[in-house]
Each structure stands twice: as C-alpha cells, then as structure tokens.
C-alpha cells in the first residue's frame, strides 16, 4: 500500500533562518506531489505542484520554493523565513492522470517563526 | 472555472443532533469527481468518500450521508447523531479536467460538537 511522509512534525525557527521540509511517497510510482499551506483556522492554500522529476508549478509567489529531486521526494524550501511563513504544512500525492483519485495527505508540519 | 463553496464557516451542535454540512461547486466539465475530507484537531487530512458526476445515488455510512444533486451543483453532507469525535474541519474538494491539476477546495466548514 501507498504511504507518504512528511518531517519534522513540528518545527521552530527564527525569522530570516533557512528552512527545509521533506516529504516521501512510498509504494507508489511517478506520484503528482502537492504542498499546501493552513494558516491557523484557515482553508488550504496550494502552494506548489509536481507532476514529474524536476517539474514544479508554483502557485503563490512568496519567498518559497519546491524541489523534486526524485521521483517520491518533494522538498519545500525558504533562504530566509518571514514571521507571515508561520503554518501548519501539508504533503500530498495522487495517481498520475488519475481525475478520479482522491488526493492522500502527510500528517503535516506545524512551523513557527519566532 | 472550477469553484467550491462551502458557505458555513463554523457549525456549533450539541451531541446527537443531525448536521448537514453545505457545498456547492462550479465547474463546465461534464464528467467531475467530489470529495469530502476531515481534519480532525490532529491536523491530517482524511479522505472520506468520492463521487462521480455520473451517478447521483446518495450514500450511506454509518452515521454519514451524502446528497449529490447536480441539478443544484451540491453535494451535501450530513452527520446523525453527532458525537463528539465528528469534531473537525470538513473541506468539500472537486476534480478539475485533467488528472494533474491539483483538486479545488473549499474553504472548509469547522464542526463543533458540545457534549
């Protein structure tokens, strides 16, 4: 069966630290792979999709980043952290091509910027 | 373009009371897919069920029901005999056109259940 995970659970970082948060498919082949971000008491906020190695769509412009340097590994990254980055975080994946598949989420990372 | 709507921001129910949770989507495709999800205060997103646009029998679960109406372009979501464990966000979400666009969703609808 397909697994995801997602670390830290938790996370506190100054403002203007680096960050780098990974996330890993398992069981699974060529998954599309999504970051979202939940600010507290807040909807979803797609930040960032793959649909292959190397490919990143970005949705928000903001001092974030994606990589995809395997094909179950997706890593969201910042050079320096903003007070306003603070969030819970959430990892998916979904079936290639596959409309009909629900998205399967990580467990998240709650982020804290001090 | 695609839309989810979920109109009630927060619900607040005591124990064994039924709730319906609302959404209402937008789309021009005439083959889509809903989901509904929980987040429960662990933070997880939880899958609960999908539909198809081409089939519009309600479904039953437990103490779960959805009402697919596309007359209405909803797709509502209702809890009997609430308990203190359905506790959560419910996010309602729609499948674009295309496998690898991201789902759309809703803005969420927080539930409340006060013993």
């Known amino acids: 069966s397909q697994t995801i995970h997602q670390w830290p659970a938790t996370l506190v970082q100054p403002v203007g630290s680096p960050l780098s948060l990974e996330c890993t498919v398992e069981?699974?082949?060529?998954?599309?792979l999504y970051w979202y971000r939940q600010a507290a008491g807040r909807g979803l906020q797609l930040l960032f999709y793959?649909?292959?190695?190397?490919?990143i769509s970005s949705e928000v412009p903001q001092n974030l980043s994606a990589s995809r340097p395997q094909d179950r590994q997706f890593i969201l990254s910042s050079k320096k952290l903003l007070l306003s980055d603070s969030g819970f975080y959430l990892c998916?994946?979904?079936?290639?091509?596959?409309?009909?598949?629900?998205?399967?989420f990580g467990d998240g990372t709650r982020l804290s910027i001090l | 373009a695609q839309k989810v709507t979920q109109a009630q921001t927060e619900i607040s129910v005591v124990e064994k009371e039924d709730v319906t949770l609302d959404c209402v989507y937008e789309?021009?495709?005439?083959?889509?897919?809903l989901f509904w999800y929980k987040q429960p205060p662990s933070g997880e997103l939880v899958f609960l069920i999908r539909?198809?646009?081409?089939?519009?029998q309600n479904e039953i679960s437990g103490r779960y029901s959805w009402n697919f109406q596309k007359s209405t372009s909803s797709f509502n979501f209702t809890i009997t005999a609430s308990q203190v464990v359905d506790s959560a966000v419910y996010f309602c979400?729609?499948?674009?056109?295309?496998?690898?666009?991201?789902?759309?969703f809703g803005k969420g609808t927080r539930l409340s259940v006060i013993a």
């Open positions: 998916a994946w979904r079936a290639q091509g596959a409309r009909h598949q629900p998205q399967h």
């Open positions: 069981g699974t082949s060529n998954p599309n």
């Open positions: 793959s649909v292959g190695i190397g490919q």
């Open positions: 789309t021009r495709d005439t083959t889509y897919y």
């Open positions: 539909r198809n646009s081409f089939d519009e």
């Open positions: 979400a729609l499948s674009e056109a295309g496998g690898n666009t991201p789902l759309v």
